[in-house]
């Protein structure tokens, strides 16, 4: 969406009995898998196989790890075209993206792919990225980018200020008086209460409330600052003020770029920046789905049940998969393929559809809680330049909700997308990616087409000063675009923990997970391939 830094964790991922114990142990468990696949010696076992459920970024990148390890990968993906909710799209010279807008390097994960697959020199910055707005006093401000900056802005009062320079002070005496006993308090503490009471409710209503919404299509109340912000969470338990832990914490990354060096080019990389690629994000997809090759991922193919054939130690072909694929040319897949492991991608409320046995036994998931997902719709429209009378130049703007409520404005926040990136659009117009919805306006998410024309076309008058209708509009529905990582969320995680556990040869991985953002995606479906691989070894 707005942003693409929003991060959340498993804190029980550690615990999984396959996870390999550093990224020296990992590499290590690669070389008898390939060996496996590359030896000329006929009584050598077979290359293991995986399947892959779901052809999102999370899928695709696990599946590109196995098959750089020499690992037969199948990935079953129920739509007609692999992605997810990445997606690009082009028409009378627009060129917008459908899903998720940008990305940065923040995953170590995300960085390697993009120098596998050879991306960097298609990886487009946006022009003033730094350039960012937030709407106060029914008008958009400059968001402050430095402690200068937010002196001289309006966007917070004195009172705010002055809390948010004493926070390093009043935060650190406060941990040491409780000997870090601050995060055992707040286990299930929202977002909203635990930037309150770092920072005051201002803080909240004007910061912290536009970038959720921005990034998650949540609200701070409704946020499990342990999941959706877990670095910032673990901040606080080890330096009590969150200022203090975010400066050491990158000193610290600052002298661990410079051990380690750069990258292969020599060039020093912002592995905050966001940034998309020429063509969208769906040169990603692309460039992914091409490397995993064409024959190994069926579209249009549903998977419908999963059978873990034992119940012990790996072995081969454990595990029995039956499909139903609306693709004619997939016709011929056999109704039951077996394989030596599964990497599961699929959202959950997909996954407790599907039928599973163990041990020739109904594997029954009533212990799989109900995930929340939140719905939101994208409108990309555009505007004759000479229509727009208050053009801003940067990333985009958002909204608060308070501002919303007090100036009569529905929607979450734009996207300035020909302004970050005048390739975009024809050169005398304006494109603009608007979302609307989330988790203050859910029914508002699935208004029709006309009426959310309406209510963009009106917040884009008031903000940017836009006139008449809109020369070209898209409108775009995601019923469940992103699953709400709520205060109860740890159940959720337990529950794909317990999956994990009880299920031999069985790993998940995606946005139900580690993290919203398509870094944190890519890193789990890695992640995940890494888990395969040295389960693999051990069936070996």
Known sequence: MLSSTTTASSSSASSHPYRPASARASRSRLRPVLAMAGSDDSRAAPARSVAVIGAGVSGLAAAYRLRKSGVNVTVFEAADRAGGKIRTNSESGFLWDEGANTMTEGELEASRLIDDLGLQDRQQYPNSQHKRYIVKDGAPALIPSDPISLMKSSVLSTKSKLALFLEPFLYKKSSTRNSGKVSDEHLSESVGSFFERHFGREVVDYLIDPFVAGTSAGDPESLSIRHAFPALWNLERKYGSIIVGAILSKLTAKGDSVKTGSDLSGKTRNRRASFSFHGGMQSLINALHNEVGDDNVKLG??????????????????????????????????????????????????????????????????????????????????????????????????????????????????????????????????????????????????????????????????????????????????????????????????????????????FYAGNNKDGLAVGNVIASGSKAADLAISYLQKAQ
């Open 301 to 506: 193919t549903e998977v419908l049940s999963l059978a873990c054939t034992f119940d012990g130690l790996p072995v081969t072909g454990g595990w029995s998969i039956s499909v139903d694929s609306k693709d004619a040319g997939s016709k011929d897949l056999a109704k039951n393929q077996t394989f030596d492991a599964v990497i599961m991608t699929a959202p959950l409320s997909n996954v407790q559809r599907m039928k599973f046995r163990k041990g020739g036994a109904p594997f029954v998931l009533d212990f799989l809680p109900k995930v929340d997902y939140l719905p939101l719709s994208l409108m990309v429209t555009a505007f004759k330049k000479e229509d727009v009378k208050k053009p801003l130049e940067g990333f985009g703007v958002l909204i608060p909700y308070k501002e919303q409520q007090k100036h009569g404005l529905k929607t979450l926040g734009t996207l300035f997308s020909s302004m970050m990136f005048p390739d975009r659009a024809p050169d005398d117009q304006y494109l603009y990616t608007t979302f609307v919805g989330g988790s203050h306006n859910r029914d508002l998410a699935g208004a029709p087409t006309s009426i959310l024309k309406q209510l963009v076309t009106s917040d884009l008058k008031k903000l940017l000063g836009v006139e008449g209708q809109p020369t070209f509009v898209k409108h775009i529905y995601w019923r469940n675009a992103f699953p709400l990582y709520g205060r109860d969320y740890n159940s959720v995680l337990e529950a794909i923990e317990k999956m994990e556990k009880n299920l031999p040869g069985f």
